[in-house]
């Protein structure tokens, strides 16, 4: 199968998007020729059967010139795929889905958050196919949706058992209010008034005016290490000894599941994650039971690693092959 995919960016050091070339690797595995078209581009080693090309915002093409360029592409390089996969920007699957049916192309849209709008609504009706991770991170009803689970790599993601391991307690992600730091902070407190000594650090940004001033407004107790490019992430999850999520949004939380692959132990109250049992979940408990718990696994009671789980349910190479499988048809 010949594959144009379309995404924001490709750049591996990206702290945001950097893992997204690692799907572009897994897909070059899978098809024959793949054909990218970003936003931007950066830094990347791809082999042979990719072809990336950029709309141009990293050189500061203005957004029409943008659109020009994407017109270009996709109908310059229109013999040299079957298949169209976007990643996360319906409005790209707006722009050219009238071609992409006319010209017989199957669309797929991999979509996953929780806000629906008229963009996505409209993209809905010219896919083919609508993939997401989960039941939770997709909220308009499609007879076109396929739940796959996350794409996790989980063979970067992984033990490292000669690691050192200091006693931190991490959390990986934007800094906003709905991360709820604060209540992380007051558990990480409370484990040090009872006597262990421990770092909380926290790998990400406040981005917007609002998340600025609820990260200046956060209790003492925390360091703010900012965003950690993805390849250096396996090691900061391998040096940690708890990883805590105390956001509330019924998604699963990627970061989270990073984590569980790396093998390092997670306390979430992230309803999502109930299904892993009391080892994880602790939406149901009070901050001093959570102490307890944190305090139990900062001593060395480490529980049942989860990542079998996220290796069975999450893992990139499975997602992948069963995206190019339905796109295929077979």
């Not at 920007?89 to 709008?117: C, D, M």
């Not at 010219?126 to 909220?139: I, R």
């Not at 900061?236 to 939380?253: E, I, P, R, V």
């Not at 892993?276 to 102490?291: A, F, R």
Request: glycine content about 6%.
């Amino acid at each position: 199968m010949r594959l144009l995919i379309i995404t924001q960016k490709v750049n591996s050091t990206d702290s945001n998007l950097g893992f997204f070339t690692r799907w572009i690797l897994e897909f070059a595995t899978k098809c024959e020729k793949i054909t990218v078209i970003c936003l931007e581009k950066g830094e990347y080693n791809f082999p042979s059967n990719v072809r990336v090309t950029s709309l141009g915002k990293e050189i500061g093409l203005n957004r029409f010139a943008r659109l020009l360029r994407f017109y270009k592409y996709i109908l310059k390089y229109s013999s040299e795929y079957d298949c169209v996969f976007v990643h996360m920007n319906p409005e790209y699957v707006i722009l050219g889905g009238l071609w992409w049916r006319l010209a017989a192309k199957k669309i797929a849209l991999w979509y996953t958050h929780k806000s629906v709008n008229w963009q996505l609504r409209l993209a809905e009706k010219l896919t083919n196919f609508v993939f997401t991770a989960s039941t939770e991170s997709f909220h308009l009803s499609s007879k076109k949706l396929h739940v796959l689970g996350h794409g996790i790599d989980t063979d970067f993601f992984r033990p490292s058992p000669g690691h050192l391991v200091c006693n931190n307690v991490i959390t990986v992600g934007r800094i906003t209010p709905s991360k709820k730091l604060a209540e992380m902070i007051k558990v990480v407190n409370q484990v040090r008034e009872r006597g262990t000594k421990v770092s909380f650090l926290v790998a990400g940004e406040a981005s917007t005016i609002q998340d600025i001033k609820y990260k200046e407004a956060l209790p003492k107790g925390v360091s703010f290490i900012g965003t950690i490019r993805h390849a250096k992430l396996p090691d900061f999850y391998q040096s940690a000894k708890l990883f805590l999520n105390f956001s509330a949004t019924g998604s699963m939380d990627k970061a989270v599941l990073e984590a569980l692959s790396c093998g390092v132990p997670v306390l979430t109250i992230n309803e999502a994650f109930k299904p892993l049992g009391q080892d994880v979940y602790k939406g149901d408990c009070t901050t001093n039971e959570i102490v307890d718990y944190a305090m139990k696994i900062l001593s060395g009671t480490r529980p049942q690693s989860k990542r079998d789980w996220v290796v069975a349910n999450h893992n990139l190479s499975v997602l992948i092959a069963r995206i190019v499988k339905l796109l295929a048809g077979e």
